[in-house]
């Protein structure tokens, strides 16, 4: 399981991002910060795997944020999840480290392709005996290219049968959109075993998915059937 800290000032896009990790296996939110200088004081970086952090923040930037980490001698593993995409911020931002770079708005979908990408190179340096071989070294340049399944292909811990169940419901209403709680009623199945579901479904493009701002708390993620 990776440790995951955000670091977002922006309430609302700090909770979608929770709500994207959780929805990602292997992963768990262990801080939210709303800025670099709280985090620094703050997070327990010696246990923590990967930090999400946003460009724009009061008081300290992220670039000044990872340039401050890095002198203290903490290096874990940055997402960059911000609005700023100016060549010269991105540039700088590679230069210091950072593993992958999303531009907001972002979907699900190019969220867990950065999650899962970070989790295969962990995997392959884990996986190593103190030295890698050019194998290795590829794997890690590229992991997308050491396997992926395929579309017919079930991940580990799914079956068909429920995979059918889910399916077909939503296929009965190619117009409408649910979240996974509306789901996991109309199916009678746990909350925890659709998402993984849906999750799969949107990997293999069979779901689409959308944010709904307008639930008075928490963002809501709505999926909907989408492939003929």
């Known amino acids: 399981m990776f440790n995951v800290i955000i670091i977002e000032d ?4 700090a909770a979608i991002d ?6 990602t296996a292997g992963f768990r939110v262990t801080g939210m910060f709303d800025g670099g200088i709280s985090a620094l004081k703050g997070a327990d970086f010696d246990h923590t795997d990967l930090i999400i952090l946003d460009y724009f923040m009061p008081e300290m930037n992220g670039d000044e944020f990872i340039n401050q980490l890095h002198r203290t001698g903490w290096s874990p593993a940055i997402i960059m999840v911000t609005s700023a995409n100016d060549t010269e911020t991105v540039t700088s931002l590679f230069r210091h480290g950072v593993v ?3 531009v907001k708005p972002f979907e699900y979908e190019r969220f867990r392709s950065a999650l899962e990408r970070f989790s295969a ?3 392959v340096l884990s996986g190593t005996s103190g030295t890698v071989s050019q194998s290795d070294i590829d794997r890690l340049i590229s992991p997308s290219s050491s396997g992926e399944p395929g579309k017919n292909t079930l991940a580990k811990g799914l079956n068909a049968p429920t995979l059918n169940l889910i399916r077909s ?3 009965k209403h190619p117009e409408d959109s649910f979240t996974s709680e509306q789901i ?3 199916v009678n199945l746990s909350r925890i ?3 993984r579901y849906v999750n799969h479904m949107l990997e293999i493009g069979e779901l689409t998915s959308t944010i709904d ?3 008075g708390g928490r963002p809501g993620i709505h999926y909907k059937y989408c492939k003929v």
């Not at 929770?18 to 929805?23: A, I, K, N, P, T």
């Open 100 to 102: 992958d770079y999303l």
């Open 213 to 215: 701002y307008q639930t």
């Open 193 to 195: 075993t659709v998402r």
């Open 10 to 13: 922006d309430p609302m896009v």
């Open 184 to 186: 996991s009623k109309e």
């Open 121 to 123: 190179r962990m995997n």
């Open 18 to 23: 929770r709500q994207y990790v959780e929805m």
């Open 169 to 171: 419901f939503l296929k």
